[in-house]
């Protein structure tokens, strides 16, 4: 009789501590000719680690739709169950160093199932979600098996989401929380999969890192989030479903390999349009990324940059891109790539003339404007494709600078 009984209230895994039932699962294990008798318990793996209800780990889906908890939790041979090879929530796996460290811990502290976890297999397939290091370890120290829960999937990406969210859990055993290269895999096989069906969008990306790297930073989730949008747009891995694109300067600097400054961040990547070798990496000339949303921001390094050209008597080439929200609306992408030089850079001569103004011979006017080195007429402007139907995504798009360039 538990205290939850006494009281009339709904029991749980939690009220069986004692190990009162112990007995009764081991007999059944026997009976359904699982084991043939206790001996083959080892003296590690116990009767009652045999008996889920000793167990206080609640087996959860981890909020994964189409994700089902089939059965209840039960003693399982491992060899009732395959090893999967392949975890899908982890990007990589190495069963070493790991393996070492959970046999000390066991051998020092013994199996507790009070802070350790299930070990969770597809009913399906019959293969093991999680849980290689304890079956490798189990074979070093002769653990027969394992407490398990069952788990059937509506789909792919359910199993992958499945693998993905139960790696990032707190249990007392060892564990190895998804690492954002974990969390970076993940995302790319659901997406994987859900292109087979439907064009894939930002959206979609945002959504899957949010879900699968809850537990990471949210620094972590926008630099994972850029990384899987450049592959989409660059290597056409899969179908995009967006007609405009939003860039900022992280995803120019993974599709080109420069910097916010138009500074080489990547010695093996020449990006696919020459402009980017002939100018961007290009010691000999001078380059700068702008992010026109952000134009505000960066007017002191336009400035800065300004200024080294004019010492060195060289043109500015500008590189832009303009922001975009779902369309361009009643603007056309190209007015938009304008008015970054008769808006934007317009107004900030304005206000660097009015200032000269006492200079003699200053106006404002286009005359005076050419003292500006992005008026430079050997200055080659580029701003990055955004239109996924007309423009080639690995070609740097020319705009005109007013009657400058």
């Known amino acids: 009789m538990t205290i939850a009984r006494d009281l009339g209230m709904p029991e749980t895994y939690q009220d069986y501590v004692g190990g009162n039932f112990t007995q009764q699962w081991v007999d059944k294990l026997i ?7 206790r001996a083959e318990l080892s003296f590690i793996w116990r009767e009652e680690h045999c008996d889920p209800l000793n167990w206080h780990y609640e087996a959860s889906t981890y909020g994964v739709e189409g994700a089902h908890l089939s059965g ?9 169950t395959e090893s999967s090879k392949v975890n899908l929530g982890r990007a990589t796996f190495s069963v070493g160093s790991k393996v070492q460290e959970l046999v000390n811990e ?12 299930f070990v969770y297999w597809d009913v399906d397939t019959g293969k093991t979600i999680n849980g290689d290091h304890r079956r490798r370890l189990s074979s070093i120290l002769n653990i027969p098996g394992w407490m398990m829960q069952g788990v059937k999937f509506d789909s792919n990406v359910a199993r992958i989401r499945f693998a993905a969210r139960s790696n990032a859990r707190s249990e007392g055993l060892l564990h190895n929380n998804a690492s954002k290269q974990d969390v970076t895999e993940a995302v790319r096989n ?18 899957e890192v949010k879900e699968l790297g809850f537990h990471l930073s949210e620094a972590t989730r926008d630099d994972i989030r850029d990384q899987l949008f450049v592959e989409i747009q660059s290597d056409g891995s899969y179908e995009s479903g967006e007609h405009y694109i939003m860039h900022n300067n992280a995803t120019i600097e993974r599709l080109l390999g420069i910097n916010a400054e138009g ?6 990547s020449t990006g696919d349009d020459p402009w980017v070798t002939n100018y961007s990496k290009n010691d000999e000339e001078i380059t700068l990324v702008v992010n026109v949303k952000n134009f505000q921001q960066r007017v002191g390094s336009i400035l800065s940059a300004h200024a080294k050209a004019k010492k060195q008597n060289k043109p500015l080439h500008f590189l832009f891109t303009v922001p975009i929200i779902d369309q361009c609306g ?6 938009k790539r304008e008015k970054f030089f ?3 850079l317009q107004t900030l001569e304005d206000q660097v003339l009015i200032v000269m103004k006492d200079v003699p011979f200053i106006k404002l006017d286009d005359e005076a404007r050419k003292f500006f080195a992005w008026n430079h007429p050997e200055a080659q402007h580029r701003a990055m ?7 080639d995504q690995k070609t740097l798009i020319h705009v005109r600078n007013r009657t400058f360039n």
């Open 72 to 80: 209840k939790p039960c003693m399982m041979f491992w060899s009732e």
């Open 106 to 117: 066991i051998q020092s502290k013994g199996i507790q199932p009070r802070e350790g976890s």
């Open 342 to 344: 008769s808006t934007h």
């Open 263 to 268: 500074e080489d961040v990547q010695e093996d």
């Open 330 to 335: 009643k603007e056309t992408l190209l007015t």
């Open 31 to 37: 009976k359904e000719g699982r084991i043939q008798n």
């Open 385 to 391: 494709p955004q239109d996924t139907v007309k423009e």
């Open 190 to 207: 659901v997406l994987a999969e859900l292109s087979l069906t439907q064009p894939i969008v930002k959206k979609d990306i945002v959504k």
